[in-house]
């Protein structure tokens, strides 16, 4: 096939670029003032109680919107720094958080446990059988669930060192294997099967394996999308029946490889009370190895959004793997609280406490670690999880 370049804002290299002066949003005092009154206002409420109607922000409104607009049609990423943490505790940051959010789309089901705000946190020795965002080390790039429009993350702890966000174009990947590697990028539009991890399968309204290949790279309205998640390939793999051909092993690593030299990534070092939005077709996202605490209370801590955009076009219809009527449908599992900041915490050093006492603490994770190449996923035993 033959492939044209992009040439909008959305195509950048991380060496090009200073996210201080082209992605960067600052607090003004009139600001944080403002969505402090909305936060009062706001009290107690739970998360699906927090709207643009319960937070309001009149004058901050429109800047909102200003700011959707870049993540749709601009550099595709959003930091927005300067928000005092030190006056809030961690359920208030987690609902401004929240309400301006709101703003810009609507929380949607994270998993099949229905949690609409999700914990980045290495709990791997406390819980069994966790996903990548709650393990250790650092993460390859990816796509969270198609389902979601714009991914966000803020920042309640930061890790003791290192544990920076490391984003990458995919308009400028994508224009990495036109002008080097068409071959490749014969394979990535064509894509991989996904497979749902196997919580999310069992609570899932849809089959667990895709029927078809999902594309890595999509054009819709002139722009280029993306789909990729290592674990959903991974699983694909090693539970689904799906052997990779030599070229699909090399376009997937040929893809993380580029994306990972300092021509394209962009390092961005996170700050308490920061808050990152990125445009969950147009960025890839992963994070550097970092070092942590033992206490997990004092662990780094990233509070996610999934947002759903109902004012953006619709992602074209053979990269939805993860659909939003799953998500909805997990959102019932939700019960009421249970992923504030206090609660979340509060369960998970209980438990922590009675590994201790029972001497059953685990091993940390870092699955990124475990897997250098798609070449390492055929051998793992056939056993779900």
């Known amino acids: ?35 402090d009154g909305a936060l009062k206002a706001c009290g107690a409420l739970d998360i699906p ?12 409104a429109a800047k909102m919107a200003a700011l959707r607009d870049e993540l749709l049609d601009g550099r595709g990423v959003v930091l927005m720094r300067g928000f005092p943490r030190h006056r809030y505790s ?56 198609s389902a979601c429009d714009i991914v966000s993350l803020m920042c309640l702890r930061a890790a003791k060192s290192g544990g920076a966000s490391r984003i990458v174009s995919v308009a400028g990947l994508y224009n990495y294997f036109v002008d080097e590697r068409p071959d490749l990028l014969d394979v990535l539009t064509r894509g991989y099967y996904h497979r749902n991890h196997e919580l999310d399968a069992r609570y899932s309204l849809f089959p667990p394996q895709s029927e078809e290949r999902i594309p ?16 959903c390939l991974r699983y694909a793999v090693h539970y689904g029946g799906v052997t990779l051909t030599p070229e699909e092993i090399a376009a997937y690593d040929e893809l993380q490889r580029v994306a990972k030299t300092e021509e394209y990534y962009l390092d961005m070092n996170f700050e308490e009370g920061d808050i990152q939005f990125l445009n969950n077709r147009a960025i890839m996202h992963g994070r550097t190895d970092y070092e942590d605490h033992d206490d997990i209370a004092r662990r780094r801590h ?36 249970m992923d504030m900041p206090t609660q979340y915490l509060s369960t998970l050093a209980a438990q922590q406490e009675e590994r201790r006492q029972a001497q059953t603490v685990m091993a940390r994770q870092a699955p990124s670690q475990r897997y250098r190449s798609a070449a390492d996923w055929q051998p793992e035993p056939a056993q779900a999880g």
Not at 92 to 115: F, N, T
Request: aromatic share 10%; charged share 25%.
């Open 1 to 35: 096939m033959a492939y044209e370049k992009i040439e909008t804002r959305a195509a950048w290299k991380g060496s090009e670029i200073d996210y201080r002066t082209e992605m960067m949003h600052r607090f003004t005092d009139d600001e944080v003032a403002e969505i």
């Open 49 to 60: 109680e927090i709207t643009q109607e319960t937070f309001a922000l009149p004058t901050m």
């Open 90 to 145: 961690a359920d208030e940051m987690a609902r401004v958080y929240i309400g301006l959010g709101a703003h810009l789309g609507q929380p949607i089901a994270q998993s099949w446990q229905g949690q609409l705000l999700g914990s980045v946190i290495d709990i791997s020795d406390v819980v069994e059988k966790v996903r990548g965002y709650n393990a250790g080390g650092g993460q390859h790039f990816h796509i969270d669930g």
């Open 216 to 231: 890595v790279f999509a054009e819709s309205d002139g722009r280029i999308s993306c789909v990729i998640d290592t674990g």
């Open 302 to 337: 990233m509070l996610r959004l999934w947002l759903h955009v109902p004012e953006w076009p619709r992602r074209p219809d053979n990269q939805i793997f993860m659909n939003l009527a799953d998500c909805q449908h997990w959102a019932k599992r939700r019960t009421p609280f």
